[in-house]
């Protein structure tokens, strides 16, 4: 996990260069990036709000789970979106334990797009956004505040509460 965090540090560093001062999440950014340091304390509150959540339920981390009407996980949704990634030659590795829905995914796959300048990418991007993260996202983003989560979950929300609210506007 440290690991990750020193990655996901670097990028958003990077990130706070590059993007324009008026981008709506560029505070929430700015306050996350100190809470990005390895703490033990961080993988049990993971395990508590996506794994046990002894004794509410766990915040499902799916598009599937928000989308499918009997909240299956490897529904019709997740079979959308690992199509939209074929499409695009991205492919889930079997080792990482994720489905193709799965929040980190699903957000790695819209970067992906984002960074590309070409038409398909485009029309695949708003495809994604529309058709499931704009859907499952604000109820995911609810019930990890329903969850009470310590103040670096809570940024995290926000700050994908207002990408995601920020990308749907550029679209319209």
């Known amino acids: 996990m440290a690991e990750h965090l020193a990655v996901l540090q670097h990028l958003m560093t990077e990130l ?10 560029r505070e929430t950014l700015i306050a996350l ?9 961080r993988e049990t509150e993971y395990s508590r ?6 004794p509410n339920i766990t915040v499902q981390p ?14 019709r949704s997740t079979l959308e979106v690992k199509k939209m990634m074929a499409e695009h030659g991205i492919e889930i590795a079997e080792d990482t334990g994720f489905l193709p829905d799965h929040i980190v995914s699903e957000l790695e796959f819209m970067a992906l ?8 990418a485009l029309q695949t991007q708003q495809q994604l956004l529309e058709q499931h ?4 996202i604000p109820r995911f983003i609810a019930a990890l505040r329903a ?8 940024l995290a929300a926000d700050f994908l509460e ?4 920020s990308e749907i506007r550029s679209i319209k």
């Not at 709000?49 to 002894?54: E, G, H």
């Open 113 to 120: 797009l984002a960074s590309q300048d070409n038409e398909k």
């Open 62 to 75: 799916f598009g599937s789970y928000w989308l499918e009407n009997d909240q299956c996980l490897m529904g």
């Open 16 to 25: 706070l260069q590059t993007t324009s001062s008026e981008v709506p999440w």
């Open 162 to 165: 207002q990408l995601i609210e």
């Open 49 to 54: 709000l996506f794994i046990l959540a002894f």
């Open 133 to 136: 993260l704009a859907l499952w």
């Open 147 to 154: 969850a009470n989560p310590a103040s670096y979950y809570q």
């Open 33 to 41: 990036e100190p809470q990005l340091k390895y703490e033990e304390n």
